[in-house]
């Protein structure tokens, strides 16, 4: 029987919930080191470029969560990571979109001074957002309920999981007014597996 994988990681959803559903999705048992907000900087020289979420896995220690995801789509294999070259490509070009939409949430999320914040905030959330949300649905209507060849891939999996991230950082439902993206974070959350997961699950504040 093959070890467990480990995640080291916050005591938040965060970038390490895609992680978490794509391996229950793919049958991955791992356990989890929650590195607390406080231990952090006494640790950070230990991890990769000092950066979380990291794995443990398969005699690896990976960083960078985008990168663990495709490792894990590609190891599952199926058609999880497209059924081809090309869908690979559309699977690469949706979720590197998604995260342009979460650095430029996370801009004023975390910034300190409140003016700026402000600013920034109204920003993305008047104008960036709203585009960014309104080409995604189209993205998903125009492939069958997916982002990707009318059928499940890990950039599914992954925006299921992240997308009440961005809700919170939003403060408000992103999806509410969006039919197809909604609908496809619940298919996401009704997965047999990853509805048994997120069953069981910590609740972190975000």
Known sequence: MAPKAKMIYFPFHG???PLRFMMA???VEWEE???????????????????LPVLEM???RMHQSAAILRYLARKAGGTLYG???FE????????????????MMLGYFYEPNKASADEKRKEVLENLAPMYLRNLEKLVNEN???FVGGQLTWVDIAYGSLIDYLSHMAGKELVADKPALKALRDRVFALPAIKKYVETRVKYPY
Not at 33 to 51: H, L, N, Q, R, T
Not at 88 to 103: F, P
């Open 83 to 85: 059924q081809n070259e």
């Open 15 to 17: 970038l390490g919930e």
């Open 88 to 103: 690979a490509l559309q699977c690469d070009i949706a979720y590197d979109t998604i995260t342009d939409l979460r650095v």
């Open 144 to 146: 069958g309920g997916y």
């Open 58 to 60: 398969d005699g690896l």
């Open 33 to 51: 080191e929650i590195i607390s907000v406080e231990d952090f900087p006494a640790k950070k020289p230990s991890y990769p470029f000092g950066k």
């Open 25 to 27: 999705y793919t049958n």
